[in-house]
């Protein structure tokens, strides 16, 4: 009962986040033209491909030994000196942007007349990964109400003032930037409050644990990238090879089509604790829990599939502006491909556990190349829907070859007839 009832509320934060969105795009598209979602896109593209480079992803090492390091003090100077690695890159990568705004601005398709909007994405990175690491702790922690609260209080937030720059003040792409800046900077701090009355901020920071993330997460800097490659290069060649516009109209079906992604990680944030506390010792009747638990995810995460694509039409036929109608398209291949990864996050659980990084690093290389490759043939041959093409076979190839892994590592976590016999009977 208690599995079910944090599934039950992570996924209804990420519906009720997917759905302020879709309650948002609606409004936003009488004010913002797709080129102005364009812009938004880009933006948001260039803050995700900072995430890893500013982070090193050293942020993972604290889900890791959350588990392993028992002791409450050595986990706080390991949580601060983990923490304190974003900094530094952060300020030197503004540094070197500013003077050179222009030409960068050129080459990234962003307006050159905003050079402080454009260097924004450098501190919404930042901040972007400490939004994430309260949320990945507090999901560790198994705080599904609190975790919801700050998931939902942000949201709420972000949306509320993009109301007010966009709609009120009429500010176009600026004011959406503009709400996210707030936003994040208001639950950053609200982390940071979180975490220095749970004693996890300490000046004892240590190299020996800035070191241990920079090992831990470096090889998973190529894993996330790849990552960003499927998720947001789609955008950069749209923007290059078609328009800015067609980008910001991608962008739209795009997002109605993640929403396999919300719930994608809704489960593998139950399912991932729960593998891991039994991967200790797994008996036979542990290793069935995970085998029953997996078949229902992805029975689930199927069905959710179904459903979204016989929503999806109407959606766009009632709500949006017309400008934006022709973002139906994307939605069928871009939710295909999150299936896809959806039941990818399911497995790389115990890959994390196990510590097989490198693996990932494989992993990351052949998604990258791949959906380089098949974004910049299938642009060319068929336009825009080219990129949802390359999203879905790209995330298909990845999750082949995880499978393949994640089969010789444990063989026991196959598919058995008796295992659903058993889901049946109780």
Same mark, same amino acid.
């Given at each position: 009962m208690k599995l079910l009832r944090s599934l039950s509320i992570y996924t209804f934060v990420g519906f009720f986040g997917a759905g302020v969105n879709f309650l948002l795009m609606p409004i936003i598209s009488h004010y913002l033209t797709p080129e102005d979602y364009g812009i938004t896109a880009l933006i948001n593209t260039y803050v995700s491909l900072l995430l890893p480079l500013v982070s090193v992803v050293a942020y993972s090492l604290i889900s890791v030994s959350y588990f392993q &390091?028992?002791? @409450?003090?050595?986990?706080?100077? &390991?949580?601060?000196?983990?923490?304190?690695? @974003?900094?530094?890159?952060?300020?030197?990568?503004?540094l070197i942007a500013w003077p050179s705004y222009g030409s960068i601005a050129a080459a990234l398709e962003l307006p050159a007349d905003a050079p402080w909007w454009g260097l924004s994405m450098f501190p919404l990175a930042m901040m972007s990964i400490y939004i994430e690491t309260t949320l990945?702790? =507090?999901?560790?922690?198994?705080?599904? +109400?609190?975790?919801?609260?700050? +998931? #939902?209080?942000?949201a709420l937030t972000e949306v509320g003032l993009t109301l007010?720059?966009?709609?009120? &003040? $009429?500010?176009?792409?600026?004011? $959406?930037? =503009?709400?996210?800046?707030?936003?994040?900077?208001?639950?950053?701090?609200?982390?940071?409050?979180?975490?220095? $009355?749970?004693g996890l901020l300490t000046t004892d920071i240590r190299w020996?644990? #800035?070191?241990e993330g920079?090992?831990?997460? !470096?090889?998973?800097?190529?894993?996330?990238?790849?990552?960003?490659?499927? +998720?947001?290069?789609?955008?950069?060649?749209?923007?290059?090879?078609?328009?800015?516009?067609?980008?910001?109209?991608?962008?739209?079906?795009?997002?109605?089509?993640?929403?396999?992604?919300?719930?994608?990680?809704?489960? !593998?944030?139950?399912?991932?604790?729960?593998?891991?506390e039994r991967l200790k010792a797994p008996d036979e009747a542990q290793q069935r829990q995970i085998r029953r638990l997996t078949y229902a995810s992805m029975g689930g995460l199927v069905l959710v599939l179904l459903l979204l694509n016989l929503v999806s039409p109407f959606f766009f036929r009632f709500f949006m502006d017309p400008r934006y109608a022709e973002g139906a398209h994307y939605?069928?291949?871009?939710?295909?491909?999150?299936?896809?990864?959806?039941?990818?996050?399911?497995?790389?659980?115990? #890959?994390?556990?196990?510590?097989?990084n490198n693996y990932l690093v494989i992993l990351a290389g052949v998604n990258i190349v791949s959906n380089l490759v098949f974004n910049y043939i299938f642009i060319r041959h068929f336009g825009g829907i080219g990129a949802a093409y390359a999203t879905a076979l790209s995330f298909f190839i990845n999750l082949v070859l995880l499978l393949f892994k994640v089969k010789r590592m444990m063989p026991w976590l196959r598919f058995a007839l008796h295992d659903f016999k058993s889901l049946r009977g109780g």
């Open positions: &390091l028992e002791d @409450p003090k050595e986990f706080a100077s &390991l949580f601060s000196s983990v923490s304190f690695i @974003p900094l530094l890159p952060t300020l030197f990568l503004f990945g702790y =507090l999901i560790y922690a198994k705080q599904a +109400n609190t975790y919801a609260l700050y +998931n #939902i209080g942000k007010v720059f966009v709609v009120g &003040l $009429r500010m176009g792409w600026k004011g $959406r930037i =503009l709400a996210w800046i707030i936003a994040s900077f208001v639950f950053t701090l609200v982390g940071f409050v979180y975490f220095f $009355r749970k020996k644990y #800035i070191r920079l090992l831990f997460g !470096a090889p998973l800097i190529l894993h996330t990238l790849g990552k960003f490659a499927v +998720n947001q290069s789609d955008r950069l060649f749209i923007s290059k090879m078609v328009s800015v516009s067609e980008a910001g109209i991608y962008s739209v079906g795009y997002t109605i089509g993640t929403v396999m992604l919300i719930v994608g990680t809704a489960i !593998a944030n139950v399912v991932s604790p729960y593998i891991m939605v069928f291949w871009v939710s295909v491909g999150y299936l896809f990864w959806a039941i990818y996050m399911l497995f790389t659980a115990y #890959i994390y556990y196990y510590k097989k």
